[in-house]
């Protein structure tokens, strides 16, 4: 197997035939990604260098990820399997997925017309995902999310999934996604204009209230 990426909660491995392989971090790597973290944004520099802070935010790390696993492996069998990379749950929490692109990578080599698409791709996603008690609620939508071989989108990291509807609202209500780092790493203005309006088109209080669990009544 070959490492291919490393995000707070996994390591990637490629393992051919179009899968790859996520592995949990162990506590005693997820504590060094933490602890000696190389360019810490804003929010995170609290942790670099601080034993204590980074071994309580690694034990959070880690329950959030395996309560979300639990959560997400109930709802799995009742929603279609493409949305999330088709997974195969191997032991606990580590599973195979189909290989995708991240949005970053897409959006790098892709031109405008072609990203914008792929933009309203990823909101449909969300919406779709709250037909099945679920969402993205980081927005981390740059590495959080992956284009696949027939150019849909899917979600590739299910433990920052949100699973309350109050959590939902609260992330509407507030704009979140224009907070996160990949918004701000939008570098086309045409781009980053165009998300904020496709966002606002389609991730409203109407459409959760008339798709949350639609099909899980």
């Known amino acids: 197997m070959e490492l291919i990426g490393k995000g707070w909660e996994y390591r990637v491995y490629d393992i051919g035939n179009g899968r ?22 804003k929010k995170n520099r609290k942790f670099r260098f601080n034993p ?3 071994y309580w935010e690694m ?7 395996d309560e979300n696993i639990s959560r997400f492996k109930k709802i799995l069998p009742f929603m279609p399997d493409h949305l999330v990379g088709n997974p195969v749950f191997l032991n606990g929490v ?34 779709e995902l709250w037909k099945y008690g679920c969402s993205d609620n980081v927005f981390n939508f740059y590495n959080n999310s992956g284009v696949d071989k027939n150019e849909q989108v899917t979600m590739m990291d299910f433990g920052e999934l949100a699973f309350s509807k109050e959590k939902v609202y609260q992330a509407i ?3 979140r996604w ?14 980053k204009n165009y998300f904020q309006t496709e966002m606002e088109r389609l991730i ?14």
């Open 20 to 41: 790859v392989r996520k592995v949990k971090r162990t506590p005693v790597d997820s504590f060094c990604r933490l602890f000696f973290m190389p360019k810490p944004v």
């Open 52 to 54: 204590i802070l980074s």
């Open 59 to 65: 034990r959070r790390i880690s329950r959030e990820t």
């Open 94 to 127: 580590n599973y195979e997925q189909d290989y995708a692109i991240s949005l970053f990578q897409y959006f790098k080599q892709h031109n405008v017309s072609e990203n914008r698409k792929i933009i309203t791709k990823y909101a449909e996603l969300v919406v």
């Open 173 to 175: 209500q507030s704009k």
């Open 178 to 191: 224009l907070f996160q780092p990949s918004y701000a790493l939008f570098r086309n203005e045409e781009l």
């Open 204 to 217: 409203t209080m109407k459409n959760l209230n008339k798709y949350w669990k639609l099909y899980r009544k």
